[in-house]
């Protein structure tokens, strides 16, 4: 028998897609990356996932597993070849259980990240996951890529909120370590290899996640600043005034909030434009009154020393959602412009305006009139620092002559300053290179040794994170 009807056996020919528009699993988010997939196979259970493995190894074809096709480096689509298969997650998309008493929730790796949010809160509590992808993107995608997002300065990125796994192997066995224990030194952490590895050690079928209380009331406002030095210095007042209730801190330059204006017209801006503004979030969980208090405080002390400009506190959830709103549209409206050389950087708080200013000055100076779009997590040092090419050129061909040069300049400075060249994104195929030729020999090497030890035909994912000729 075929691999195609061997799969179609295993899982039932309607979830085998070998023909018809498959587009939407072999081209990725961003249009970066288009390929094509031997089939797409959809497995329903975790003892289903297991088989696709193994007769996938038997007969030496890649597998891509693929949950809301979301990333942004190119990892969840297939190669050209046409020989990978796609592995998708999406039928398992169960709630397993809810554990209030111990906090826990278990989830398929399939279920899309908003609907385990609505289970937590469902039950009165919350899963501290949240980004603008929420709607589509998987908590298997979620893990397989240590994935970040808006509150990762209070609840840590994914991994924090992970307490247990279950994968199946390359080889296609299932390794059940959905444990819900916050405690556990039983030996290597497989469960922390396994998150952030992008699909290239093992397939996550399910998570243990970590739950924690629903504040009482979450208050959200948005503040405009001179310079980048004063949303650094905000960030420290923020931290030392709402203590643990900081939960959100996100800034946008002008030129980001521009592009939102030109493209989502209809989006109302609070504020006048400025250099930066920044949006403040704080969870409190005694009652809104309080909350309000403590930010008010905060606002009024920036205000006081000079750090801010003009403030907007949201006075309804309509309009705290807004404002995330327009923070969110950045991608999109960045995408709908053209195409844009996207970073995920972080670095130290206390590096952060050095980098800017001497990048934005260095790419001024190779690329005159290049737009930077420069938003993100300043409350967790990560930044989106994406460049645009400058108005009304070729934006194809501007970025297919200066993409590397781009990157070049961008790398070196957050190399210099002791930064990452992914804060969150992960590797993928877009960073491959740069990684290799990035990271400590050494650290390659290790991770060279643990692919070859946990997948060693080079079944899962190959040339990703690492070049295939990392596998024997
Ligand atoms: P996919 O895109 O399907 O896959 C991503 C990678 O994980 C691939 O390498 C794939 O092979 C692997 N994978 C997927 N499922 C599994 C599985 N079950 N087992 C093993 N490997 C698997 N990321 C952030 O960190 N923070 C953000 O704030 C953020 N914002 C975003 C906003 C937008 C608008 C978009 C489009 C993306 C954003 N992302 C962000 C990117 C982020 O990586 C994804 O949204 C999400 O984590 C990926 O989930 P997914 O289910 O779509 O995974
Ligand atoms: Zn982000």
């Keep these: 028998m075929t691999l195609l009807e061997r799969l179609r056996d295993a899982v039932g020919a309607a979830h085998v897609m070998s023909e018809g528009d498959l587009a939407a699993y072999e081209i990725d988010w961003r249009k970066r990356f288009a390929g094509k997939a031997l089939a797409v196979v959809r497995p329903a259970s975790t003892a289903e996932v297991a088989r696709v493995v193994r007769l996938c190894a038997e007969h030496g074809t890649s597998i891509v597993a693929q949950g809301g096709n979301t990333g942004l480096v190119g990892g969840s689509v297939p190669d050209a070849s046409g020989t990978q298969i796609v592995l998708s997650l999406a039928r398992l998309d169960r709630v397993r259980s ?6 826990t929730l278990t989830a398929e790796a399939g279920c899309v990240l908003q609907r385990v949010q609505e289970a937590a809160a469902h039950e009165g509590l919350m899963f501290a996951l949240s980004l603008a992808a929420e709607g589509s993107c998987t908590i298997g995608g979620n893990l397989a890529t240590n994935a970040g997002g808006t509150q990762v300065l209070r609840y840590g990125n994914a991994r924090e909120l992970c307490l247990g796994l279950e994968v199946v192997t390359a080889a296609g066995e299932v390794w059940d370590g959905l444990s819900a224990l916050r405690k556990d030194n039983t030996g290597y952490d497989l469960r922390d290899l396994i998150i952030g590895s992008e699909g290239t050690l093992g397939i996550i079928t399910a998570a243990a996640l970590k739950l924690h209380p ?5 208050l959200t406002a948005m503040a405009t600043l001179p310079t980048l030095a004063a949303a650094v210095e905000l960030l420290a007042l923020a931290h030392a005034t709402l203590g643990p209730g900081l939960t959100g801190f996100e800034i946008m330059n002008a030129t980001s909030l521009g592009l939102v204006r030109r493209h989502f017209a209809a989006l109302r801006q609070p504020l006048a434009p400025s250099p930066w503004t920044v949006l403040v979030e704080h969870s409190d969980f005694e009652n809104e009154a309080h909350g309000a208090a403590a930010l008010e405080a905060l606002l009024g002390r920036a205000l006081e020393r000079g750090l801010i400009e003009d403030t907007a506190v949201a006075s309804s959830l309509e309009q705290a959602s807004a404002m995330w709103h327009l923070r969110e549209s950045i991608p999109l409206a960045q ?16 590096a952060v305006c050095a980098f800017v200013a001497s990048t934005d000055t260095a790419l001024q100076r190779a690329f005159p ?3 930077l779009i420069d938003f993100g997590h300043l409350g967790d040092g990560n930044l989106h620092y994406n460049v645009q090419c ?8 501007f970025l297919r002559r200066h993409e590397h040069e781009i990157n070049a300049i961008v790398f070196d400075a957050v190399g210099a300053r002791g930064g990452s060249i992914s804060a969150e994104h992960g590797i993928g195929a877009l960073k491959r290179d740069e990684l290799v030729a990035r990271k400590s020999p050494v650290a390659l090497a290790m991770m060279r040794s643990i692919k070859a030890a946990l997948d060693p035909s080079g079944v899962l994912n190959p040339g990703r994170v690492l070049s295939p000729s990392a596998t024997p």
């Design 98 to 103: 809810i554990d209030a008493a111990n906090l």
């Design 214 to 218: 629903r504040p009482a009331a979450v």
């Design 335 to 350: 995408a709908t412009e053209g195409p844009n050389v996207k970073h995920d950087i972080s670095l130290p708080a206390s």
């Design 369 to 371: 009139g290049v737009r």
């Design 390 to 397: 400058p108005p009304g050129i070729d934006a194809a061909e």
